[in-house]
């Protein structure tokens, strides 16, 4: 009885023995898996420290080239201004070669005297796009580049599961290598009260690395927002100048600050420095959330006049106000850097108007829009004056021919040669 009451605490041992040895291999096991995992999370940690690293490294060389820059172009001590046109895709080459060809119809005596020349600039279509895998091809780049004005049309921006490429819009690219920091867009609709001049910066905010974010682990990916006191500072005095040259008397200044309170909270802490130096014009503030909706309060929407918001905010407020004006195809918009210009439509390239066969039945309003500003720009303020009053002659008032963008309406040749008979009227 004693040796088998023995043998079972032998037996016991043994079997506790055991136990403890499987425990101990689990821990082991699972220690160094643990290891692993963690050695492995070092290796990802670093691999985006270094991404993050080379992002900033090009942003600070991007601050250092804004201290470095001079003064804007004066067009009036150039000896001819040439104005490149880039069709882009979808309607674009439509609609762009038409708003060419009433801006010569207009600088006939210009284009005569050398003093203007225009130039096709072809190559940003989205298949050659695809084709060099670049937002703007290199032959492309370097043609706008030779130009100090570009008429240019939409463009089709791949996105991740489109099929294509997901490369970076054409426009966002064109701003970063022109450095066209301001976006601006006016709409007005007298009737209502509304006279809106939006001033969007365009080079920095969540689209200044809009291609540059990247998936750290399969579950997390990251992108970035961008503002610096160089970059807010210029677009806040371009706007304050143009509220006072202008007559306007309150800038309103749209930002999520409360929310994004790093990068946001500096572009509002810049733009009160240079309100500052604008003691006549009123600065007031306002979230973008609630800035989408004061301006379907007919009452409250009267108010603003000048606004000035980071990139991300101002394109979407700046479509929302277009709707007043009749919708983005109405809308034309300015992005203006101190040695080149752009000028385009705010809208998309509608490539389904093409596959269905109804590019010819585009609207030119926005390119022409856009040609009023290009030509107040280069200091034709007559003549800029003469187009828009002929658009709101075609557009609001007498509206002979309307655009519907089917055969239900007017051509896009059609439209332009109904404005160029309304401005040889005016002239």
């Known amino acids: 009885m004693e040796n088998k009451t023995y043998k079972d605490k032998v037996l016991g041992a043994l079997d506790s023995l055991e136990k403890s040895l499987n425990k101990g291999l689990d821990q082991i096991k699972d220690g160094t ?38 003064d804007f ?72 580049k030779s130009c100090h004005i570009i008429l240019k049309g939409p463009t089709t921006t791949p996105q991740k ?71 807010s500072d210029r677009i806040a005095r371009l706007a304050y100048d143009y509220a006072r040259k202008n007559g306007f008397t309150r800038v309103s200044l749209v930002t999520k600050a409360n929310v994004i309170k790093t990068t946001d909270g500096n572009f509002l802490e810049d733009c009160h420095k240079v309100a500052d130096l604008y003691p006549e014009i009123t600065t ?36 929302e106000a277009a ?16 040695k080149y210009a752009m000028f385009e439509a705010i809208h998309g390239s509608a490539p389904r108007m093409i596959n269905e066969g109804r590019g010819q039945y585009a609207d030119p309003c926005s390119m022409l829009r856009a040609c009023v500003m290009l030509l107040s720009h280069i200091g034709l303020q007559d003549r800029a004056d003469k187009l828009e009053r002929a658009l709101d002659i075609c557009s609001f008032e007498e509206k002979k021919l309307v655009i519907t963008g089917r055969d239900t309406g007017a051509t896009c040749e059609a439209f332009g040669n109904y404005v160029m008979e309304t401005l040889q009227s005016l002239m």
């Not at 492995?40 to 250092?64: C, N, T």
């Not at 060419?100 to 210009?110: N, Q």
Request: charged share 25%; proline share 3%.
């Open 73 to 144: 172009v004066d067009y009036n001590a150039l000896e001819t201004i040439r104005i490149g046109v880039c069709g882009g895709d979808g309607i674009g080459p439509i609609i762009s070669a038409e708003a060419r060809r009433v801006l010569e119809f207009m600088l006939a005596d210009l284009v005569e005297a050398g003093k203007v020349e225009f130039m096709n600039i072809e190559g940003l279509t989205i298949e050659n796009r695809i084709a060099h895998n670049k937002a703007i091809p290199d032959d492309v780049m370097d043609a706008l």
């Open 284 to 319: 007031d503030e306002w979230y973008a959330d609630i800035m989408t909706a004061k301006l379907v309060d007919e009452k409250r929407r009267r108010d603003f006049q000048v606004m000035l918001l980071p990139n991300l905010y101002g394109d979407i407020i700046s479509d």
């Open 161 to 231: 599961g489109s099929g294509m490429p997901n490369i970076e819009s054409a426009n966002v690219a064109m701003r970063k290598a022109l450095d066209l920091f301001a976006n601006i867009r006016p709409v007005k609709v007298p009737e209502q009260g509304i006279n809106w001049t939006i001033f969007r910066e365009n080079t920095e905010g969540g689209y200044a690395v809009g291609s540059s974010g990247f998936n750290v682990t399969e579950d997390l990916a990251v992108d970035f927002t961008i503002t610096t006191k160089q970059g």
């Open 33 to 70: 898996a643990k290891g692993i995992d963690k050695l492995k999370e070092e290796a990802i940690l670093e691999d985006a420290a270094k991404k993050f690293k080379a992002i900033l490294r090009q942003q600070l060389d991007r601050v250092e080239n804004m201290k470095a820059q001079g």
């Open 323 to 338: 709707e007043f004006q009749g919708g983005v195809g109405t809308a034309g918009c300015a992005n203006i850097g101190k």
